[in-house]
């Protein structure tokens, strides 16, 4: 059973408990929908879910959703996958993010910041006028509600304006990093088709200029459905031949006219990471995204006008379109390009410090690195405008809460949260009304009926189990492109309990009604029937000052053993010799498990990512099961491809 923290590392204040929108929004809804009025959040998240239909009824009430066409029912279909939500309505996605503009026309919509730290604003008013321009010529280039536009685009205005027209014309949106390859580019967008590619000339990263024109040139070539290219000139180069330039579309002065879809229309198409072949085209929907991202906004993450809203994050993503959702609440968006550790490790706070960020999201890696290059936030910065620093991309571990807590500040609200790029969305994290507790995400989210089972489906408590969702959540995806019966959507996520979501992480929801990540399910280490998961590990072995990062593996082995290596980077000037072998050892006994130290210690050069930056776990474990390179790993989603020859030269050596 996982260590439960009896103390709280934080409490909101009373006045902040008072003044957080969910309070606001449990009386209304205990007034107008017959939701507890006392019992604080608990109760509030068992109606939620209990009332799953009526709990949504209020959130699109609440915060005024524009249905051009009403609504038959909330909730037609329950059954997942296929749940029908909000059946016979109509809406556009873009026209209520931007709302604002009418009210604050000349206030910032978004604030623009590259590696100078220097932010420049876009108004509401601006934001609106080149949506409408660009959405009038994506009309006239025979945009249809349907049709796919898609973006190779760093985090900058133009990708969310780019986005915004899109939606407002009913295309469906999808976007890449322009430090993505060709070839990983082209496993996203050569699936959905796009007849239309917004795209840079280069960037900028790490005070270096990156020029992606031959990439450019490869994908006009690779994408034979593109009707038309947009030359956005980051680095100033001249439109090549055939494509428009971003200033000719998005310079008249026409206000945006919104095509008014069905809720279930598509917004946007997301893509696993895809380590092991395609990756998935993760289909999510207008209406769906909207209800779900204004509750976690504006309840969870308690965003409003007076707000500035900065998550480290790049278009290749989840978090960039989470990001953009902020506009949804009216507030103000920080949009960073460049590297998060440039010119050095405290770079984000920095950005956090001028952009004068109310909540600021980060990557629980960041964290550690910040910790462990000794960085001190409110030492050094101005940070008296932040609330709130939230974190995802992994497990924040311990140590990352006391750091933050010690280092940012005792009355800093932080929010761990765990979700996925398949809901665009969080099933746990942030409650601006209950304690944080060390190690632990503060609660499920309202909506999420989110659970721990065993294998045979029974729910646990204070136990480690699969993460599911029993019931259905708006923005879960409508489909995968090209799956047209269901199948890889299907066994996706309800292979294991039919008609239930298995997530595929290992948690533990506690007693107290918090949630612990353990790290992926699919991946798990089971040592003689204990199963542990890889976060714990990393989190105790990455203390160690001598180890930069590192990697677990279970292999099984075939004549029924089972092998648990620990792969770890150094930190420079750090030697693995006796005295760090047994440190490693005895860190991992006597704070996790006996069982779980590893079966060896194996110095790597690095550790291999996705290209979002998580740890690749399960190809590893494919490489050294003796899988070829190729069928266990799809080479464009990985950050350094090379690294895993190290990893592939080893199960050759063991075999």
């Known amino acids: 059973m996982p260590t439960v923290n009896p103390q709280p590392l934080w409490q909101p204040d009373p ?27 608990p109760a509030l998240h068992r109606w939620s879910v209990e009332q799953l239909d009526t709990f949504w009824k209020a959130v699109t009430e609440w915060f005024d959703v524009r249905f051009s066409t009403p609504y038959a029912r909330v909730l037609g279909d329950r059954s997942m996958p296929g749940a029908q939500w909000f059946p016979g309505a109509t809406l556009n996605y873009a026209e209520h993010a931007l709302r604002a503009a009418d009210a604050r026309p000349d206030e910032p919509a978004l604030l623009h910041v590259d590696e100078t730290h220097e932010p420049r604003p876009v108004t509401w008013a601006e934001l609106r006028r080149q949506v409408g321009s660009l959405a009038a010529e994506l009309r006239a280039l025979g945009v249809r509600p349907g049709d796919r536009v898609s973006g190779y685009l760093p985090n900058v205005p133009e990708a969310v304006v780019a986005l915004l027209a899109t939606a407002a014309v009913g295309g469906v949106w999808t976007s890449c990093a322009p430090d993505f390859g060709a070839r990983s580019v082209l496993d996203r967008f050569q699936q959905i088709e796009p007849v239309v590619l917004v795209t840079v000339d280069g960037y900028r990263y790490g005070g270096k200029e990156h020029d992606r024109r031959d990439v450019v040139a490869e994908l006009r070539r690779e994408l034979p459905t593109l009707r038309a290219v947009v030359h956005v000139p980051l680095l100033g180069t001249p439109a090549p031949e055939g494509a428009l330039e971003w200033s000719s579309l998005t310079s008249a002065d026409v206000p945006p006219v919104f095509e008014q879809v069905p809720f279930e229309h598509p917004l946007w198409v997301l893509y696993s990471s895809g380590t092991t072949g395609l990756p998935k085209a993760i ?23 007076h707000d500035r809203f900065f998550w480290y994050t790049s278009t290749g993503w989840m978090m960039w379109n989470f990001l953009v959702s902020g506009l949804l609440t009216g507030t103000t968006i920080v949009l960073y390009d460049g590297s998060p550790g440039h010119p050095d490790t405290g770079a984000q706070w920095r950005v956090a410090e001028r952009t004068r960020a109310t909540l600021f999201g980060t990557s629980a890696a ?28 992994s497990p924040l571990p311990p140590d990352g809460f006391r750091w933050l807590h010690d280092e940012v500040g005792d009355d800093v609200w932080i929010a761990s949260v765990s979700g996925g790029t398949d809901v665009c969305s969080c099933f746990a994290g942030a409650v601006p009304t ?13 909506g999420t009926d989110l659970q721990s089972w065993d294998p045979s489906g029974a729910p646990l408590v204070d136990e480690v189990g699969e993460l599911v969702v029993a019931s259905p959540m708006p923005s879960m995806p409508i489909h995968f492109w090209n799956d047209p019966d269901g199948t890889r959507y299907h066994d996706s996520y309800f292979a294991m309990y039919p008609g239930v979501w298995r997530h595929g992480d290992w948690i533990t929801l506690t007693a107290r009604g918090s949630v612990i990540i353990h790290g992926r ?59 760090l072998l047994g440190r490693v050892k005895r860190t991992i006994r006597e704070q996790l498990s006996p069982r779980h ?59």
């Open 15 to 41: 006045q902040r408990i008072t003044d957080a929108q969910i309070t606001a929004f449990q009386a209304w809804a205990a007034a107008h929908h017959g939701a507890p009025a006392e019992g604080g959040y």
């Open 283 to 305: 289909v999510q929907s207008q209406g769906g995204i909207l209800v779900e991202h204004l509750k976690q906004l504006g309840l969870h993450c308690d965003l409003g006008p």
């Open 366 to 393: 960041y964290v550690m690195a910040c910790r462990k290059a000794e960085v001190h936030p409110a030492r050094d910065f101005d940070l008296s405008t932040v609330r709130c620093v939230a974190t995802t991309g």
């Open 434 to 446: 209950l304690p944080v507790h060390i190690g632990e995400l503060q609660a499920p989210c309202l």
């Open 521 to 579: 399910s699919d991946s798990t280490l089971n040592r003689q029937g204990v199963r542990m998961g890889s976060a714990d590990i990393y989190e105790a072995v990455e203390r160690l000052p001598e180890i930069r990062e590192s990697l677990v593996i279970g292999v099984e082995q075939p004549d029924g053993g089972y092998w648990m290596p620990l792969f770890v980077h150094l930190a420079p000037g750090a030697v693995l010799d006796d005295a």
């Open 597 to 655: 130290v590893p079966d060896e210690i194996i110095e790597v050069p690095g550790i291999p990512h996705t290209l979002t930056g998580k740890r690749i776990e399960v190809p590893v474990k494919r490489l050294l099961q003796g899988t070829p390179l190729e069928k266990a790993v799809n080479p464009g989603s990985i950050d350094d491809l090379g690294l895993l020859h190290f990893y592939e030269d080893l199960a050759r050596k063991r075999a």
